[in-house]
């Protein structure tokens, strides 16, 4: 059981938008930055936001990120078949005093 | 260019022990701290520890999961990080990956990863 709760799966049809929720407590995202990463099959995960709404060079605008007290939502505009992928919320907890990722969230384009 | 090269993993038997590597370049090592998330097959994302880098004093911190069974160092005149494992249970099977933040705060440069499995 995570401590960062995100939803399984989600889907969407190519060129529309997608948003996947990551929920914690005032340990974790309420008190801390988050961070996403975009994990495609085979390969070694991706950072692809950094506190909480930052994008590293490279990361197209297509994907954003925010955060509303002990929750975060990476947003996802303009579909593409290429953005198949697991996506993955993290962060440190400070009551527990060590990073924590969510579950993780299938995304499928359909 | 940052680079982080696993080696090491390979197949051990419950209750044995098995060091990987993780060797850096492209970054001033010494300054950086560095992690280690392992990943079963078809599962999630899991953080195993970190060592912080000369300026933090090389402090050590470990997941519930595997402290007191496993020991990160580093040796920065190789520019290399490892990871001992001790005492391995089948659970410990995943892919281990070393990862760094060098340009953000984030995990924004990681490792190939190398395969652990521990099985009789």
């Known amino acids: 059981q995570s401590v960062l709760t995100q939803p399984p799966s989600v889907s969407a049809a190519p060129g529309q938008k997608v948003t996947i929720s990551c929920s914690g407590s005032?340990?974790?995202?309420?008190?801390?930055?988050v961070y996403w990463y975009q994990q495609l099959p085979g390969t070694a995960p991706k950072l692809l936001i950094y506190e909480n709404n930052k994008r590293p060079s490279g990361i197209p605008d297509r994907f954003s990120g925010s955060q509303s007290g002990t929750s975060v939502t990476l947003g996802i505009t303009g579909l593409q078949t290429g953005d198949e992928a697991d996506y993955y919320c993290?962060?440190?907890?400070?009551?527990?005093?060590?990073?924590?990722f969510g579950g993780g969230t299938k995304l499928t384009v359909l | 260019e940052v680079q982080l090269v696993e080696s090491g993993g390979g197949l051990v038997q419950p209750g044995g022990s098995l060091k990987v590597s993780c060797a850096a370049s492209g970054f001033t090592f010494s300054d950086s701290g560095l992690h280690w998330v392992r990943q079963a097959s078809g599962k999630g994302l899991e953080w195993v520890g970190l060592i912080e880098g000369k300026p933090k004093n090389y402090a050590t911190v470990y997941s519930a999961s595997v402290k007191g069974r496993f020991t990160i160092s580093r040796d920065d005149s190789k520019n290399r990080a490892y990871l001992q494992m001790n005492s391995l249970k089948t659970e410990d099977t995943a892919m281990y990956y070393c990862?760094?933040?060098?340009?953000?705060?984030?995990?924004?440069?990681w490792g190939q990863g190398t395969l652990v499995t521990v099985s009789s």
């Open positions: 990862v760094t933040g060098v340009t953000t705060s984030g995990f924004d440069s």
């Open positions: 005032s340990s974790n995202i309420g008190n801390n930055y």
């Open positions: 993290e962060t440190w907890d400070s009551s527990l005093s060590v990073v924590v």
